[in-house]
């Protein structure tokens, strides 16, 4: 998988997807287009970071290659791959000190990783991103944000690209590509919903911190809340500072019924998060995301 730090620079990628068990959120580069969205039949896909995703390949692949068409070449188009923050764990690592070498480093976050990952760490498809952060007494450390995720999983999702002529060279998960929405210099906890998926995610003056993400057993304020109350309880303890703010993204009606209890229940403001190409959704606020990175398509 590649961060987003490592995005490929030239040329830019001709397509963007975005997968959920909703449906697939695309956009095709060109003067005029918007970002669309193609639903998918309830058992085409089931996210998990245990077991294969693609219920039906047969089914996405069709839709896949409806949405794509055939451009007249053998050449494969390169395209950008969002997957469920759910198929993925992402995590934030800290070094007092970071080998130089790549192979070294890769093995040490493969071994740190061990533990928490539900799945083979050593056959998982693993990426990272150093951090370099100066404490307050000007020592240099390093905060790593990995992701990983099981091998067949990621391939079972490329598959349908692939035959569709596509190069997915830039695979990301929806959390990672949705940050690029709030540039902000102090704390903010983004809290992302995606069907009965919650992700949260924790920046402090636009470095990563925390990620978690939590299946809820129902879609409900208390659900929510045992989710959000710990994370801010961590930003008071590992930050001494509380979230300047709560961004919301694909609440919903849910939002607009809660935001107010919620901030008052907290303590920190509830925002929903923006985007000057429309407002973030459920099932494409990683695609819409992109478009605010420097590597993205442009309309």
Same mark, same amino acid.
């Given at each position: ?6 995005? !490929?620079?030239?040329?830019?990628? *001709? ?30 896909? @089931? ?10 390949? *047969? ?17 494969? %188009? ?9 198929? #993925? %764990? ?12 790549? #192979? &070294? ?17 050593? @056959? ?9 952060? /100066? ?36 695979? /990301? ?5 949705? !940050? *690029? ?17 919650? /992700? ?6 636009? %470095?990563?911190?925390?990620? %978690? ?6 879609? @409900? ?6 989710? !959000?109350?710990? /994370? ?32 008052? &229940? ?6 929903? !998060? ?18 605010? @990175? ?6």
């Amino acid at each position: 998988m590649t961060n987003l730090a490592n995005l !490929l620079k030239d040329p830019p990628p *001709e397509f963007v997807f975005e997968l959920s068990e909703a449906g697939i959120a695309f956009l095709q580069a060109g003067p005029a287009t918007q970002p669309g969205f193609a639903a998918l039949e309830s058992d085409v896909l @089931s996210v998990n970071p245990l077991r294969d995703n693609v219920l039906r390949p *047969e089914a996405l692949s069709a839709r896949v290659a409806a949405l794509v068409g055939s451009a007249g070449s053998r050449k494969r %188009r390169k395209a950008v791959l969002i997957l469920p923050d759910y198929c #993925a %764990r992402v995590a934030v690592l800290e070094f007092d000190a970071f080998p130089p070498d790549p #192979a &070294e480093q890769l093995a040490l976050v493969r071994f740190r990783m061990k533990k928490s990952v539900p799945f083979d760490v050593e @056959s998982a498809v693993v990426s990272y991103h150093p951090q370099q952060v /100066t404490d307050k007494k000007g020592a240099k450390r390093y905060e790593v944000v990995v992701v990983a995720a099981a091998l067949e999983i990621i391939a079972r999702y490329e598959a349908p690209f692939r035959q569709a002529g596509l190069h997915t060279g830039i695979v /990301t998960t929806s959390i990672l590509a949705a !940050l *690029e929405l709030d540039r902000n210099d102090g704390i903010t906890l983004l809290a992302k919903l995606s069907g009965k998926v919650l /992700t949260v995610a924790v920046m402090k003056s636009e %470095r990563l911190k925390l990620v %978690r993400c939590v299946e809820l057993s129902e879609l @409900s304020t208390e659900e929510v809340m045992a989710v !959000l109350f710990p /994370t801010v309880a961590y930003v008071e303890d590992e930050l001494n500072a509380r979230p300047d703010r709560v961004l919301l993204c694909g609440f919903g009606p849910i939002a607009d019924q809660y935001a107010t209890q919620w901030t008052t &229940e907290l303590g920190v403001p509830f925002e929903p !998060l923006r985007s000057r190409f429309g407002t973030p959704g459920p099932y494409n606020a990683g695609l819409i995301g992109y478009l605010e @990175s420097p590597e993205a398509v442009r309309a």
